[in-house]
């Protein structure tokens, strides 16, 4: 069974958990180029490493980020949003 | 005007089983299945008891800990655990999102819905879950069949509550003594109620156990 650690309710079975997506800064609307905002809109960046992933668990309804080697599939961590500096 | 009866979350799943019904707090609710002598040694063994019945009250949002504590609720102090406040059982589901649940007799969480209104800061949220007891001694065997987590183990002691999935069901589980019985207490949404009711009752009635009426832990009228 593969487990992951949820910041707000422990370790859990990783079924209880919902992919959401690679977390990525969004450029400032207002001030970014055109281009600069397509890239964001439109690109991903597929090759393996280090990601930081967004993470959802279902029972509890806690969003969080994951950061995950998508090579070896391995969680060096997790935390809340904007909590990432603290301990 | 005609009465409304309200009907538990999973009432449909239960008339096959012809029981003898009641009323609590306006809902039909099953007082028993069988012979007292029966559900006794069920409740003993294994078995799962609805008391979607009982009244709730939830309330979210980043003033939901002060309106309480304005209205003299003692709240637990940390995420994940539960207290009482006199009778009413107090879970605090997340830093800022509380359910509370009030047994047979006691008004507070009607009182609560009554004074407390959705505004800044608060949102009352509608909890029409379906809700179970589960007692004997083989729930550590049930258990293992349905859920993930070990919850025999610390993750339920000293007042903690768990946020997981039985048998693929998001649900709030603890312990609790209720009539001097150790038991869980498990809520789900009320629309997954007779899934989770007839795959739990499936197992137990494979492990030697059976449904119970309320009247096993309540009393009802």
């Known amino acids: 069974m593969k487990l992951l650690q949820c910041p707000v309710n422990g370790i859990r079975p990783v079924s209880e958990f919902t992919y959401g997506g690679e977390y990525r800064e969004m450029p400032d609307p207002d001030t970014c180029s055109d281009k600069e905002w397509a890239g964001y809109v439109h690109y991903r960046h597929g090759a393996p490493g280090l990601k930081k992933e967004w993470w959802y668990h279902g029972p509890s309804g806690t969003w969080f980020i994951a950061e995950r080697n998508t090579l070896t599939d391995k969680v060096s961590r997790t935390y809340l949003y904007g909590q990432e500096n603290k301990a | ?221």
Request: with cysteine; net charge negative.
């Open chain 2, 1 to 221: 005007m005609q009465n409304v009866v309200l009907q538990s979350p999973v009432a449909f799943a239960q008339t096959s089983l012809k029981p003898e019904m009641g009323f609590i707090n306006g809902m039909a609710i099953v007082n028993r299945y069988s012979d007292p002598d029966v559900e006794s040694r069920h409740a003993a063994t294994l078995a799962i008891c609805d008391v979607s019945c009982l009244t709730r009250f939830a309330i979210k949002g980043p003033a939901a800990t002060d309106s309480l504590k304005a209205k003299g609720i003692e709240l637990p102090g940390s995420a994940n655990s539960w207290s009482r406040h006199d009778a009413t059982l107090v879970m605090r589901l997340g830093n800022s999102e509380f359910l509370l649940e009030d047994p047979i007799g006691v008004q507070q969480c009607k009182e609560l819905t009554e004074q407390l209104q959705s505004g800044d800061g608060v949102h009352v949220v509608l909890r029409n879950d379906a809700s179970f007891i589960l007692s004997g001694e083989l729930l550590e065997e049930l258990l293992a069949q349905v859920c993930a987590i070990n919850l025999s183990g610390p993750m339920l002691a000293d007042n903690q509550l768990a946020m997981t999935s039985i048998a693929g069901v998001s649900v709030v589980v603890l312990r609790q003594e209720v009539a001097g019985q150790s038991l869980l207490r498990l809520w789900c949404d009320g629309t997954f109620g007779v899934y989770l009711w007839e795959t739990l009752l499936n197992i137990i009635k494979e492990l030697g156990g059976g449904p119970v009426g309320i009247n096993q832990f309540f009393n009802s009228n």
